[in-house]
Structures are given as C-alpha cells and as structure tokens.
T-cell receptor, first 109, second 116 residues
Framework: DAKTTQPNSMESNEEEPVHLPCNHS???????IHWYRQLPSQGPEYVIH???SNVNNRMASLAIAEDRKSSTLILHRATLRDAAVYYC??????????FGTGTRLTVIP | DTGVSQDPRHKITKRGQNVTFRCDPI?????LYWYRQTLGQGPEFLTY????????KSRLLSNRFSAERPKGSFSTLEIQRTEQGDSAMYLC??????????????FGPGTRLTVL
C-alpha cells in the first residue's frame, strides 16, 4: 500500500472547524482514501472515504486535491468527543488496512 | 448491539502461558481481520479470513500465534508460550465483500493483553 504523511498532532478549539491534512504523493489511480479515528481505549472507527470527488457525511467532509496527492479531513465543528487519533489510509485492495501513526487531535474547551 | 464484539476485554497472564481471544463479527460480514496495536502506534495487520479460509498472514504472526474461524462466523486468536513483547491491544474487525478498496472495516473494542 502507498504511504501517507500526517502531522503527529494538532489542536483545535471547541466548536471551531478542524482541517486535518494528509499527503499521499505516491497514490495510484485505484487507491481509495480512507479516514478512520480512534478514541481513547476504543477500536478504530470509520469516518469517511473517497476516490476523486469531495465527500460529505454526517461525521465529516473529505476534500481531495485535484491531483489526488493530498487530502483534508474537515470536522465542521469540533467537540470534545472528537478528540482522537485520526488515520489517513490508502486502500487499493479489499484486504488489510495500513494505519501509520496518525494525527492526535486535541480539542480545547 | 450488533457491532463487533471481543472477549475478554482484558487479559493478564504470566510469561509462558497460553491465551485465547474470541471475536464475534457483525453477522452478515464474511471477512474478518485481526490487528495488534502497541502503545503509541497504529494498529498492525496480523491476519485475515474470508469465510472460514485464512487468506493472508502477516510476518508479525509468528509460529506461536494461530487464528481460526471454523464455521465462518466467530474467530479465535491463540498465543502460545506468551512473551512480554506480546503485550498489546488485539483488535478484530469485520467487513462485507466489496469491490476494490472501497470497503469499510468495523472494529471491535479490542482485547488488552498484559504479559507479566
């Protein structure tokens, strides 16, 4: 699987938008971009995924660069419950996920 | 609750003992995955089943580790002769068949193993 690069940590104030970046310069044409998050003491949780177009769901939005070499996960209004480690993952096949170390998001009340 | 369940949630054992963990996937999911997560790291893939067939094993899965999914439903992960380096969170995930890389995996809460 192609690798991704994310900042180790980010901070956000509560109720403000958060933009979590991910670089994936070696992405291939068949790679989907997935985001998972892991809250403290829990298993990872699916957030969103996309291929080429921007995507929205009830949890977040995913903005994908036109060249697909980077993407941004957008939380529109951060809450304390959004404090977690966020993983950006590229996936071509249907098998395992390669997680990396992710971005630890701290939400400041 | 129809999510992925794992049992036990916590296990403390002495070095050299055998341990077995169980995972019950979401009922209609035919794919089941095991991952291991150590402190400060992301989950690392161990093995993967499609129905009862074990299709892929990571190099992390030493010969002390064995996983089964006998009837294509629940799965067990056994670690024989545990070592302190086996201390980790063991995560199970399941998914439906999907095309390409679009599939979503649903994770259980994990089993935290501590080897003394």
């Amino acid at each position: 699987d192609a690798k991704t690069t994310q900042p180790n940590s980010m901070e956000s104030n509560e109720e403000e938008p958060v933009h979590l970046p991910c670089n994936h310069s070696t992405i291939s044409g068949t790679d989907y971009i997935h985001w998972y998050r892991q809250l403290p003491s829990q298993g990872p949780e699916y957030v969103i995924h996309g291929l080429t177009s921007n995507v929205n769901n009830r949890m977040a939005s995913l903005a994908i660069a036109e060249d697909r070499k980077s993407s941004t996960l957008i939380l529109h209004r951060a809450t304390l419950r959004d404090a977690a480690v966020y993983y950006c993952i590229l996936r071509a096949g249907a098998n395992n996920l390669f997680f990396g170390t992710g971005t630890r998001l701290t939400v400041i009340p | 609750d129809t999510g992925v369940s794992q049992d036990p949630r916590h296990k403390i054992t002495k070095r050299g003992q055998n341990v077995t963990f169980r995972c019950d996937p979401i009922s209609e999911h035919n794919r089941l995955y095991w991952y291991r997560q150590t402190l400060g790291q992301g989950p690392e893939f161990l093995t993967y089943f499609q129905n009862e067939a074990q299709l892929e094993k990571s190099r992390l899965l030493s010969n002390r580790f064995s996983a089964e999914r006998p009837k294509g439903s629940f799965s067990t992960l056994e670690i024989q002769r545990t070592e302190q380096g086996d201390s980790a969170m063991y995560l199970c995930a399941s998914s439906q068949p999907s095309s390409g890389g679009a599939g979503t995996q649903y994770f259980g809460p994990g089993t935290r193993l501590t080897v003394l």
